[in-house]
Nanobody, 117 residues
Framework: QVQLVESGGGLVQAGGSLRLTCTASTGTFSVLDMAWYRQAPGKERELVAVIRRSGVPTYAPFVKGRFTISRDNAGNTMYLQMNRLNPDDTAVYYC???????????WGQGTQVTVSS
């Protein structure tokens, strides 16, 4: 069982920055593939970025170099640094963890990000 807690969301003006944090309660964080998803009102949840257990990141095309995903295995923590935010980035951002088996996945409760124009 993996419990995930997100923090760092809030209200920011367009062009601003936020850093999201996901803290996992597990002794096996280093072998998890970790990801950030987001869900805007009336839209489906979509992948924002993935950081594999190897440390290799992958980003959705809409990120366009604005976001950076990272992880601290010693601290059981994943981050999403978001720069040059725009109103289209407004959504609830969720932390996701997938163990090596790939048969399960875990979700956090989400953190709201609101970008005003």
């Amino acid at each position: 069982q993996v419990q995930l807690v997100e923090s760092g969301g809030g209200l920011v003006q367009a062009g601003g920055s936020l850093r999201l944090t996901c803290t996992a309660s597990t002794g096996t964080f280093s072998v998890l593939d970790m990801a950030w998803y987001r869900q805007a009102p009336g839209k489906e949840r979509e992948l924002v970025a993935v950081i594999r257990r190897s440390g290799v990141p992958t980003y959705a095309p809409f990120v366009k170099g604005r976001f950076t995903i990272s992880r601290d295995n010693a601290g059981n923590t994943m981050y999403l640094q978001m720069n040059r935010l725009n109103p289209d980035d407004t959504a609830v951002y969720y932390c996701n963890a997938v163990p090596a088996s790939g048969t399960l996945q875990y979700w956090g409760q989400g953190t709201q990000v609101t970008v005003s124009s």
